[in-house]
């Protein structure tokens, strides 16, 4: 056996540990709860819990943790160890099914958008047995849920878990349908794409906007930088491949299937892919890669950036969310088939998720919606804020097909009716794959390429299994009493792309046309946080969510709320972090550059020596360094204003419109600055420095 398959999930209490550990009857009914979700006898949680323990021990655990993803949107932990008090005074090792089961950490200390009050302290964690446990370090990780006193959701995972209950329920009713009566679940599968930059942590450690923002404020681009796409899949550096190798080391231990690692576009950016699995399952192994992505780099003397927008100029980072549908018999239904069946019932829910991305189009832009991503989405690297799908020339023949009751394919005579005539084969994925779209069809799966690269992806994949689900409810209401289930549902496919299509879109989405397109077919253009985030509250929105129980209304609100503040707080702190810095760093070193030109020019005077040079650079940069303290200055005076703005959507629009802009323009002459000034005095490292300095 190699080394990769002796470590992979070593540190995972996963089926194989469960087999081993538990008494069959134990395990038959843990395993009865994981995948039907039935109800944990105490008895098995006890059995488990020990188990747990011992297997942790073993491994040189001490301590255990409640491991769950508040609306930080990192996760939390709170460490207790295993020990407690013998009669004789030593210490044994105890953990019973009620510590596993539920935790209760303090509820007030997280976001809760109003669910709780500061003095309201209590909240509870509770086991998601779906997730296996793990270690990290010395300590056993028990993956759960978070929710306050009241029982409302103060997670991401909470919402996720719904989301896919509620598209599991509407998906047997259409599976039923069809007549597929041997699929027990339909679960939904994501494997995040996940872009980062590295950088040397000598030169990180001077950058106080890398330390306290995560991106660089200032800065100036080299004199090279990702035109010559070289970086691109090239040769992985020494260094880099060093840190990848002991990344990819500690995910194996983890279980988690890290697949593929790449350069990629921008000097400095690499990505890691890993194989889809489990939704929920997926969630939890991306936070962790984020984690770990960062513990290692440190071991390196490198720091992982994983901000959107680290460096202006070259390629932003995000995470392409690969989401897929699968029944428990191994089905893919967003997969073609072999049988008019097969495709008729492909296409049902290919049409759903069209009608789905169509009507909630602001869901999924609000859930990838950060400060941090308003600075990418648009730009070169990635998809513009509209949301559109692309499908490809041949799944859109055969829509158009359908929508005009005409043949498909060319040689084919029969009017295309589905479930009646045999539906022509045609193949998964046999045109180019579309980078511009924010939701591409890619075979057998549709790629959400506009999530972030820190974004946790519960957020997207809670509005995409929700909208989903909503589409097929309504399918599967007009279905269910159908007299004639064959021309239904030929009819309701024909009437979803008659009215979806809008949300289709082939072409190129960087293209300044699409966007005016975009605008004649009525799609949504939501730019920035503050534009989308209250989309969240409108009436179709609210009444979905909440009909499928994703969400209670309180939670809505508290979302909308926990974003704004987060989105307001992270441009507050950048903005305070570029006068800090324009104070203290940028201006200091361009007084004393000229305080040095100025000195030259005295002693080139002195012995009779021309210094026009000399004078006419301290000339342009004494007026940049006015420039700057009136900018500075400036940008002050509007921090002090928005700090009197009490209302969070208030302020968050005084943040888009006047603080964002004041911060570009004290950007602008600082950086003509540092163009010009002598390195020796610049305060800080350079993008050349940075994009450039791992090796």
């Given at each position: 056996m190699s080394e990769v398959t002796e470590i992979f999930g070593s540190n995972v209490f996963d089926d194989r540990v469960m087999k081993a550990n538990l008494s069959a009857s134990v395990y038959k009914s843990l395993k009865k709860t994981i995948d039907e979700g039935a109800r944990l006898d105490i008895s098995v949680a006890n059995a488990v819990a020990e188990a747990m323990k011992d297997w942790a021990v073993s491994k040189g655990a001490t301590h255990y943790t409640h491991w769950f993803q508040p609306l930080t949107g990192i996760t939390a932990e709170k460490h207790d160890s295993f020990i407690s008090p013998a009669p004789d005074g030593r210490v044994i090792m105890e953990f019973s099914g009620k510590e596993l089961i539920k935790g209760e950490p303090d509820a007030s200390s997280f976001p809760s958008g109003g669910l709780r009050a500061t003095f309201e302290a209590r909240g509870y964690t509770a086991w998601d047995p779906t997730s296996y446990a793990f270690i990290k370090g010395k300590t056993l990780c028990i993956p759960t849920a978070f929710c306050s006193y009241g029982g409302e959701a103060l997670d991401k995972k909470t919402p996720l878990l719904r989301s896919m209950e509620a598209l599991n329920k509407q998906a047997m009713r259409i599976l039923k349908l069809f007549g597929n009566t041997d699929v027990k679940c339909v679960k939904t599968s994501v494997g995040p794409e996940q872009e980062y930059f590295l950088v040397d942590k000598a030169l990180y450690d001077q950058r106080p906007d890398l330390i306290y923002t995560g991106r660089t404020l200032f800065g100036c681009l080299p004199p090279k930088g990702q035109e010559l796409d070289d970086h691109y899949f090239g040769v992985i550096k020494p260094r880099v491949a060093a840190y990848m190798a002991d990344l990819n080391d500690e995910l194996w231990k983890l279980g988690i299937l890290a697949k593929t690692e790449?350069?990629?576009?921008?000097?400095?950016?690499?990505?890691?892919?890993?194989?889809?699995?489990?939704?929920?399952?997926?969630?939890?192994?991306?936070?962790?890669?984020?984690?770990?992505?960062?513990?290692?780099?440190?071991?390196?003397?490198?720091?992982c950036l994983l901000h959107e927008k680290p460096f202006a100029g070259v390629n932003g980072s995000g995470k392409h969310n690969n989401w897929s549908i699968a029944t428990d018999t191994g089905v893919n239904l967003l997969s073609p088939g072999d049988t008019p069946y097969e495709n008729a019932q492909f296409l049902l829910f290919l049409v759903a998720v069209i009608k789905a991305v169509d009507d909630y189009q602001d869901l999924l832009r609000l859930a990838v919606a950060t400060a941090g991503n308003d600075h990418r989405l648009g730009a070169n690297e990635a998809p513009p804020a509209v949301v559109s799908m692309f499908l490809g020339d041949e799944l859109q023949a055969v829509l158009d097909a359908i929508e005009e009751d005409k043949p498909y394919g060319g040689s084919e005579k029969t009017t295309m009716k589905l479930g009646v005539h045999v539906l022509p084969r045609f193949q998964r994925d046999n045109t180019d794959r579309n980078r511009t779209s924010p939701f591409a069809f890619t075979g057998n799966k549709f790629e959400f390429r506009m999530l972030g690269s820190s974004n946790s992806i519960a957020c997207a994949n809670i509005m995409l299994n929700s909208a989903v689900a909503e589409s097929l409810k309504q399918f599967a209401d007009v279905l269910e009493g159908a007299e004639d289930f064959n021309a239904s549902l030929h009819d309701l496919i024909k009437k979803t792309v008659k009215e979806h299509k809008r949300i289709i879109f082939n072409g190129n989405g960087y293209d300044d046309s699409w966007i005016a397109e975009a605008e004649k077919r009525g799609l949504l253009n939501l730019k920035t946080t503050p534009d989308a985030m209250p989309k969240l509250l409108d009436k179709k929105n609210v009444d979905m969510l909440t009909a499928h129980k994703v969400y209670s209304k309180a939670e809505i609100e508290s979302r909308t709320e926990i974003m704004l503040e987060n989105y307001v707080k992270t441009v507050n702190i950048e903005a305070l972090t570029m006068v800090d810095m324009a104070r203290k760093m940028i201006m200091p070193a361009v007084e004393d550059y000229i305080s040095a030109l100025v000195k030259t020019v005295k002693n080139k005077q002195d012995v009779g020596v021309g210094s026009k040079y000399e004078k006419d650079l301290a000339i342009k940069l004494s007026g940049l360094l006015e420039t700057i303290e009136a900018k500075t200055d400036e940008l002050d005076e509007k921090i002090k204003e928005y700090k009197k703005i009490s209302d969070v959507t208030e302020a968050s629009y005084f943040i888009r419109d006047t603080i964002i802009p004041a911060m570009d323009v004290l950007r602008a002459p600082a950086d003509q600055a540092e163009a010009i000034t002598d390195e020796k005095f610049w305060r800080y490292p350079t993008y050349g420095k940075l994009l450039f300095g791992v090796r």
């Open positions: 790449h350069n990629e576009v921008a000097p400095a950016q690499h990505e890691l892919a890993p194989i889809y699995t489990t939704t929920n399952i997926a969630t939890d192994h991306n936070q962790l890669t984020m984690e770990i992505m960062q513990k290692v780099a440190a071991k390196h003397g490198l720091v």
